[in-house]
């Protein structure tokens, strides 16, 4: 197949620079060609190859400087033919600006989106920078160009998909302009076997949902150019206190769909591994939009999916997807960072370009000069939502008059971003009235942050009418009603209805959010008793249902609704702990696998403002200290422990505790576990010693036993193994009697000491009677971490018994399955840890780091910065074995940091030997620590 040719056009005093773009272009030979005028031989008809190279391309970049922009050639030659073949077949021009002049002069560049993003010229970056900017555009023209060389073939010739669901999706406007490159990169995507997963990012309301869904009209027009299934989903939830539900529903119905015997079964990370087991194994269509509320909040891990599940999918995706995954976000999914230049570009969404912007209100009916048009575009940002508000509005309420947008008043200061279609949503209210059914009905839809379904609408409706609410809407015949919607519906405030769901209502979540805030915020009353009549129908329909997982979808909706309502307290207690909860033990997640915990967290976010500190609303204290620990526990199982802090705090805050110190140390005591995931081991010894000193108030031995054990784990982590055996010994002195169970954790942080003791032996001997009685109970978790802890004390004894290592392997590789199945991964982490320096002593390099990848993924976003210092460490190691010297040297200089901010001594004695092996000055005085990992 002939390859494509991206033209560029430059000025031969940026000779260089050009250069530095056809090296990027040079790797991506097999896919297309980079023409310049230096291809054009000596004596040839320079003019006929001009043109032919331009009739040839399928991409254009100019490389814009003061130079180029003051060259009569280029202006006079390259440019108009450039500009011809623009309008006349789409040709994708793509201006890079090498260095600062004064490009906005050129009235024509103005209409092209400028690379880099803000206009920023490459000669003002680093090295590094303009680097990534050129694969970043390589990467780009790769996509841009893969369609156009394709054979477009009729739409009869396409299988049609086997599965399309795409109605979950937030409604869009109706037309789209000035989107055509975006448009190109999504079929370039969706053509390029080597684009796993592409992002659109960009603010709430620029239009990467309309994007996405005229996108999808094409390719349905061609019945989906082969995908075998077609699968879109929105998370996009303004307001939600805690957006986990979001996940657990996504994942249990993708499953459902995919055909999963068991959707709802299984740990969140591995219900997520399954799902892309599935996807993997078609050409499939995967759209995800909205994932902001998944992502955590600015910060040091900002951008991360906060759900395992959802986390590790993406992940898997861009390792390997047949088909596409496509996202949509306000921030970048920093999961995948990593992928960005390979299988997972980003598209950085803009604004609409003023003369696209001025296009869409033309279309939207609105008359004035192309200047005055523009001039609105520009004005509102280029803000796609706003725009589409702004030309229904001067449509239906100003004849069309561009004019009258100054009667608005919503330009009497600067707007800042996204707060453009909040100020025409402000308009819309003002035209409507209080007293208008139109505006009773958003301010309805405001109560949900979904779809709402015909029989919710009717709950509302029911008499008595509620004032400020629903008494626009009493008596109102069904041909009015209609029309009502028919009203919201051309003003673009509503979706239009489609199949198979015609009485659905559903909008903007932009529009939702707005309206839902200004009820709360004016009509208090208003919006408690739509809340209440709400919490009143779900509880019901919960109640009528068995406790099944069908039943927790209305359980979940009267838990959300009663809390937005006011009556936190019957909440709790009726339907959280007595109907979902309904008698687990939350503070026992740890001793079994549990794969409802996300559902609970989700739920119980409703009683917290904002999640994880403080209650929305007094409680008594035996409530609230279990409202604050319920949360902790289930924060800690999932692997969220820079959030666990926080209701842990609040429950040092107590009254109860005074009178009840047995509470009060385990409160100090999961403080201890948190802070030593965390890697700020001067707060956890703090807090265990807290814990310690509480504990021996209280008779109870296994109590008093995991204090102890607490806070001598927390002592090995600092290097004081000598004060960590004392205390470790005392706790396993203490009377255990039947409960075994209860002493677990205590024994399996002793022997993570004994291991660096190097007393295999005796690891072996203190987990022996744990073995059978595990297996016994049917525990995966519990077998899952023996078999880990097992599996690394074999791999310690490897040089005494040399088939150690593969018994190493297979209880390693035996643990970690079992505990992907119950979730908590970020207790996998040493343990893929431990699987790398088996691979690396075997020879198996490659598997080492798909093992390290996956580990520094999940502690990263879990923030186990200790188990961050192992993989550094180990990665030193690896990169030894490999001789690349230099690289082991950059990763042991990241692990001596860390473990150095971090009084991470426990690491001290390997960290001395790397030294010594990589050459390195030794700047750091060797503590008394103990552990060391198997050195190849």
């Known amino acids: 197949m002939r390859r494509p040719t991206v033209f560029i056009s430059y000025s031969h005093e940026d000779e260089a620079w050009k250069e530095r773009v056809s090296t990027h272009l040079t790797v991506l030979h097999e896919s297309l060609v980079a023409w310049d005028d230096s291809l054009i031989e000596t004596g040839a008809d320079w003019r006929a190859e001009l043109e032919q190279a331009i009739s040839d391309a399928g991409a254009a970049v100019l490389l814009i400087s003061a130079h180029f922009l003051s060259s009569r050639f280029i202006l006079e030659e390259e440019v108009p033919r450039l500009l011809q073949r623009r309008a006349d077949s789409g040709l994708h021009l793509i201006p890079l600006l090498l260095s600062p002049c004064d490009w906005e002069a050129a009235e024509w560049l103005q209409r092209l989106q400028l690379r880099p993003r803000g206009a920023r010229a490459l000669s003002e970056q680093s090295r590094h920078a303009f680097d990534a900017e050129l694969a970043s555009l390589a990467k780009e023209l790769r996509l841009l160009t893969s ?163 959802l986390a590790v999918l993406v992940r898997e995706l861009a390792f390997f997807n047949p088909g596409l995954c496509v996202i949509t976000s306000r921030v970048r999914v920093t999961d995948i960072n990593h992928f960005r230049n390979t299988t997972a570009p980003v598209i950085e969404l803009e604004g609409v370009s003023e003369v696209a912007g001025a296009e869409l209100l033309r279309s939207l009916g609105v008359s004035g000069s192309q200047e005055e048009l523009q001039q609105a575009s520009r004005e509102f940002g280029g803000h796609g939502l706003a725009l589409n508000l702004l030309g229904t509005y001067l449509s ?121 805030h200004q009820l709360k915020a004016r009509l208090p009353e208003a919006w408690k008793q739509g809340n209440d009549r709400l919490y009143e129908y779900f509880a019901s329909q919960a109640r009528s249902l068995s406790p099944t997982s069908e039943a927790r979808g209305p359980l979940q909706l009267a838990i959300a609704h009663g809390c937005r309502a006011g009556r936190h307290e019957e909440v709790f207690e009726q339907l959280f702990i007595k109907r979902l909860v309904r008698g687990t033990d939350l503070s026992m997640l740890w001793m079994g696998g549990f794969d409802r915990a996300s559902e609970f967290l989700a739920a119980l976010a409703h009683f917290f403002e904002p999640p994880w500190r403080t209650p929305v609303a007094v409680f008594p204290d035996e ?141 072996f001997r203190r987990l022996g009677p744990y073995v059978e009685w595990a297996r016994s109970s049917g525990s995966r978790q519990l077998m899952g971490m023996l078999q880990l802890c097992l599996g690394r004390a074999h791999l310690r004894r490897r040089e005494e018994a040399p088939e150690s290592l593969g018994l190493a392997l297979e209880f390693l590789s035996e643990g970690i399955l079992l505990m992907r199945k119950v979730g908590t991964p970020v207790l996998i982490t040493p343990a893929l840890t431990s699987r790398a320096a088996v691979h690396r002593l075997r020879g198996s390099f490659e598997l080492a780091w798909r093992d390290l990848d996956e580990a520094l993924f999940i502690c990263t976003g879990a923030g186990a910065r200790l188990f961050q210092v192992d993989l550094r460490l180990e990665r030193c190691r690896l990169f030894l074995a490999m001789e690349k010297l230099a690289q082991a040297r950059s990763e042991l200089g990241a692990a001596r940091k860390l473990l150095l901010q971090r009084g991470y001594h426990r690491r001290d004695r390997e960290l001395a030997e790397l030294i010594a092996q990589v050459g390195t000055p030794s700047m750091v005085s060797v503590g008394p620590g103990a552990g060391s990992l198997p050195r190849g």
């Open 396 to 516: 239906n309420a100003c004849n069309g008059d561009i004019r009258t947008r100054s009667e608005l008043h919503i330009f009497e200061e600067s707007l800042e971003e996204g707060q453009q279609a909040e100020a025409m949503l402000q308009s819309y209210e003002t035209w409507f009235g209080e007293e208008r059914p139109e505006l009773a009905v958003l301010r309805m839809l405001g109560l949900f942050d979904r779809p709402v379904e015909s029989e919710w609408m009717d709950a509302l409706l029911a008499p008595p009418a509620i004032p400020g609410l629903t008494a626009p809407l009493v008596g109102l015949s069904e041909p009015a009603w209609q029309r009502v919607l028919s009203h919201l519906r051309q003003a673009q405030l509503l979706a239009k209805a489609s199949a198979p769901n015609l009485d659905m209502l559903d909008t903007h979540p932009l529009v939702r959010a707005y309206f839902g």
């Open 147 to 309: 369609r156009s060389v394709q054979d477009v073939v009729p739409a009869p010739y396409f299988s049609r998909p086997v599965d399309v669901s795409i109605s979950r999706l937030p409604l869009s406007g109706e037309y789209l302009f000035g989107r055509e490159r975006e448009l190109a990169l999504l079929d370039g995507a969706w053509a390029d076997p080597d684009t796993h997963v592409i992002s659109l990012v960009a603010w709430g309301g620029v239009g990467k949902s309309s994007l996405v869904n005229q996108w999808l009209g094409k390719l349905a027009m061609n019945h989906y150019r082969g995908a075998h299934r077609v699968y879109g989903w929105s998370f996009f939830s303004e307001g939600q206190r805690d957006t986990t539900a979001l996940a657990h529903d996504f994942l249990s119905e993708a499953l459902k769909r995919m055909g999963d015997p068991a959707p709802t079964q299984g740990a969140v990370w591995e219900r997520g591994e399954r799902l892309a087991r599935y996807i993997q194994q078609e050409r499939m269509l995967l759209i995800l939009d909205g994932l902001e509320p998944l992502q955590a909040q600015p910060g040091p891990t900002w951008g991360r999916l906060k759900d395992p599940g």
């Open 623 to 763: 409530l609230n200290l279990k409202m604050h620990w319920n949360a902790a526990e289930l924060l800690m199982y999932l692997g969220r422990m820079p959030e666990a802090v926080e209701p842990l705090l609040g429950a040092l805050d107590n009254p109860r505790l005074h009178d009840h110190p047995h509470q009060a140390a385990y409160i100090f005591g999961d403080l201890c576990l948190v802070y030593v995931f965390l890697g700020e081991l001067e707060r956890a010894v703090q807090y265990g010693e807290r814990a310690v000193g509480l504990s021996r108030e209280t008779g109870v031995a296994w109590q008093r036993s995991s204090q102890f054990a607490n806070l001598a784990w927390a002592l090995t982590q600092c290097g004081r193994s000598a004060e960590a055996e004392e205390f470790f010994l005392h706790a396993a002195s203490l009377p255990r009697g039947e409960d075994w169970l209860k002493f677990f954790f205590d024994d399996l942080e002793y022997c993570d000491l004994l291991l660096d003791q190097g007393r295999s032996q005796e690891v």
